[in-house]
């Protein structure tokens, strides 16, 4: 599509608004002056396009009441966005419902595209490669999600009906200081007036948001993205880990991110105190780092290390027996 027509969707996409639109407006909101914007009207109205003009100091245009034009129109940069947005939505765990409703906009969207820019996004999705690999998204309601986003831009205190990971039920009213996406999942942080503290909850396990009356601030320094990661590293775990790593806390925090563990200063080196599930990934964590370090508990992770290495030390051995 030429940048002439581009802009000619663009005024028209303006004017949809209803209201009467002044041609500086226009012209400062298409970077063109209003010479062409009264062109790009002319041309509108040779497509059959109702727009009205208002002469004068203060004239303008705006579309013919009750005109109804189509739902969609997109230029093909537009449309390109739009198309390749939903599918990295898709792949990348963003949707609330699953995948349905990513595959069903997404078939809405190309469906009313023209046919040769359809077939050539088609061509597109259809010989791209992805380097990420598809991550198993854990999807959240769309009302629930909406509803904690209006409620957390509105300062709003909401209640919410939650399911902790051990199946017990409770009702929490919260005051919603961000909402945030972490490795597939959606969560909300913020006050939990039961317990007086800033919580974390996944989204999934809430069943209901309602309005609870009040209002609230966030507090200034709050990052709610570092709160989720921070929260995430916190729950419970089948081992408690504790590790020397043999360098700096500024490399090991290059390194490990937050939902890892804590990181903090040893005579050794750095002390890495963390919760995991299972013993034999602690390991392969370890031996990929490259530093040095000395189990400090538990012990059944040296057993795994130990292991581990055993298993690295044969992988070699065949190596060089076949050299």
Excluded: C, N
Aim: aromatic residues 4%.
């Amino acid at each position: 599509m030429t940048r002439p027509t581009a802009r000619v969707l663009a005024m028209l996409e303006l004017l949809q608004t209803g209201r009467r639109r002044t041609v500086a407006d226009l012209a400062a909101a298409l970077e063109v002056d209003e010479r062409t914007v009264r062109r790009y009207a002319e041309h509108l109205a040779d497509l059959g396009i109702p727009v009205e003009s208002q002469r004068g100091r203060y004239g303008g245009y705006r579309l013919a009441p009750g005109h109804k034009l189509p739902p969609l129109m997109l230029t093909d940069d537009e449309a390109v966005a739009v198309v390749l947005g939903l599918t990295l939505a898709e792949r990348s765990g963003v949707a609330t419902t699953g995948r349905v409703a990513t595959a069903s906009a997404l078939a809405k969207v190309t469906r009313v595209l023209p046919r040769a820019l359809s077939a050539r996004l088609e061509s597109l999705l259809s010989t791209a490669q992805f380097t990420a690999p598809v991550r198993t998204a854990v999807p959240a309601g769309t009302d629930t999600l909406l509803g904690l986003a209006a409620a957390a831009q509105a300062r709003r205190t909401v209640a919410i009906a939650y399911t902790s990971w051990d199946g017990r039920e409770s009702r929490r009213e919260l005051d919603v200081y961000g909402v945030v996406l972490h490795s597939g999942r959606w969560y909300v942080t913020g006050l939990d007036h039961g317990r007086g503290d800033v919580r974390t909850f996944r989204l999934d396990r809430i069943a209901s948001v309602e309005q609870a009356g009040g209002s609230y601030d966030v507090p200034d320094d709050f990052d709610a993205g570092a709160q989720v990661v921070a929260g995430i590293g916190a729950v419970r775990w089948s081992h408690e880990v504790a590790v020397v790593l043999r360098t700096t806390v500024a490399e090991a925090r290059e390194q490990l991110p937050p939902s890892v563990g804590r990181v903090s200063e040893h005579a050794d080196g750095v002390l890495l105190e963390a919760r995991v599930e299972r013993l034999d990934g602690m390991a392969r964590l370890l031996a990929g780092l490259g530093w040095d370090f000395d189990v400090v508990t538990p012990d059944a992770l040296r057993d795994e290390v130990a292991a581990l290495a055993d298993r690295l030390r044969a992988a070699a051995a065949r190596g060089a027996a076949r050299t």
